[in-house]
């Protein structure tokens, strides 16, 4: 069955780094569409950035433009999300998934994964 794992996620400063993974299986993953989403209890889960198959023309959220990097490594399986300059309003629970270009909507809306909680606090 589809399997999302998402690891990585930490209690940093602002200002700091942090590189999360997200490893998937159950798909073919080499031809979808990733991206990474977060939610932050009592909001919406919010799209940070997605990557097509061939890995090229990254989007991203306007409030990571800049700071954040989506990359993928097709033969393992994994994309990775480079966070940069962390700020307070970054802290949510991050979470990967295929995405649909057609509707921007995620592939596997049933199956998500446990997350990856990432904190940013002085």
Do not use: H
Not at 20 to 43: E, I, N
Not at 92 to 103: D, I, L
Request: hydrophobic share 35%; aromatic share 12%; with cysteine.
């Amino acid at each position: 069955q589809v399997q999302f794992v998402e690891s990585g996620g930490d209690l940093v400063q602002p200002g700091e780094s942090l590189r999360l993974s997200c490893a998937a299986s159950g798909f073919t993953f080499s031809v979808y569409s990733m991206a990474w989403y977060r939610q932050d209890p009592g909001k919406e889960r919010e799209l940070v950035a997605t990557i097509i198959p061939s890995g090229a023309r990254p989007n991203y959220a306007d409030s990571v433009k800049g700071r954040f990097t989506i990359s993928r490594d097709n033969a393992k399986s994994t994309i990775y999300l480079q966070m940069n300059s962390l700020k307070s309003e970054d802290t949510a629970v991050y979470y990967c998934n295929a995405f649909n270009p057609a509707t921007r909507a995620p592939r596997y809306y049933n199956d998500w994964g446990q997350g990856t909680q990432v904190t940013v606090s002085a």
